[in-house]
């Protein structure tokens, strides 16, 4: 496929010179450096991209889809992530961008995903294709009393312990039975580095690992649990030695044993899905930071 003298590419990740391209495009548009992944082994293995390029090898336009299996009400579902799509402002309104949809759309059907999400600012470019916006929540309420454990909890970070942080990642337990990702670790590692004042600690009685921060006005923000077992709140506040004034959890709370009032999130970024109504979560809910993409 070629258009506007432009060379159409797929699976290019693994080509180094396609790989810098890429990033070099996602600096550009969204002013994020994605070179941290490098230092954590490198993209999604499952990822598979499309993209235009010009003659001098600049990625133009690109649309990239990985495997992102969740769970949703129980049940476990083969799901697709879409990001970095993008073009260039000199090459849009030419469709470049609807020939990625369209193209990547079928590789996900060929490739019998039941369910594919994304974020974006745009909701509208992706409504002809099937995708819904679906309302995401922070579940906030008052911190439980201590749990009065023996846990405590060190702190850990990407460069000293990767090792341990991905062997977590690859045997988790979703902290949702409503929804949550069952599997996705270099978004985990790679949003490490993006976040701002992310906190990670490991709770020493059950090899857990807790995603949080603590806001100036001293309320706790729960993103992310990862290990075999998923603690309630208050062993989670326990373990880090912590008495905040209230809670604000960005994970579903079924698993926390923590009664919280859902509120509406009304960030920038719109979570779209696009998946048979069967498919789509009965309850308020949200997909923990930590898994944006």
Not at 11 to 27: C, E, M, R
Not at 100 to 107: A, E, G, K, M, N
Request: hydrophobic residues 40%; aromatic residues 10%.
């Amino acid at each position: 496929m070629k258009g506007n003298g432009l060379t159409f590419r797929q699976d290019y990740f693994d080509d180094p010179a396609g790989w810098s391209a890429v990033k070099a495009l996602i600096l550009d548009i969204f002013d994020v450096d994605i070179t941290p992944l490098d230092t954590v082994g490198g993209h999604d293995q499952t990822s598979f991209p499309s993209a235009f390029f010009d003659e001098t090898g600049c990625c133009i336009a690109n649309l990239s889809a990985f495997a992102m299996p969740l769970v949703i009400d129980g049940r476990a579902v083969k799901a697709a992530g879409w990001q970095s799509g993008a073009v260039r402002p000199e090459y849009r309104g030419q469709g470049l961008f609807r020939d990625l949809i369209r193209t990547t759309l079928d590789r996900c059907e060929k490739q019998g995903y039941e369910a594919i999400v994304l974020y974006t600012e745009k909701p509208g470019l992706y409504e002809p294709y099937g995708f819904r916006a679906v309302p995401q929540y922070v579940f906030k309420g008052a911190a439980p009393p201590p749990a009065n454990g023996n846990a405590r909890a060190r702190s850990l970070t990407i460069e000293a312990d990767l090792a341990r942080l991905r062997s977590l990642l690859a045997d988790r337990t979703p902290v949702s039975h409503h929804f949550a990702v069952a599997d996705q670790s270099k978004m985990f590692l790679l949003n490490c580095h993006l976040l701002d004042d992310v906190r990670l600690s490991l709770l020493t009685g059950d090899q857990t690992v807790i995603a949080w921060r603590m806001t100036p006005d001293h309320t706790f923000q729960l993103l992310d649990v990862v290990g075999r077992t998923i603690p309630t709140l208050a062993e989670i506040l326990d373990g880090l030695d912590l008495a905040p004034t209230s809670v604000e959890s960005f994970i579903p709370p079924d698993r926390l044993s923590f009664p919280a009032d859902p509120v509406l999130d009304t960030g920038p970024l719109v979570f779209m899905m696009r998946a048979a109504d069967s498919l789509r979560s009965g309850g308020p809910f949200c997909l923990s930071p930590m898994a944006e993409f």
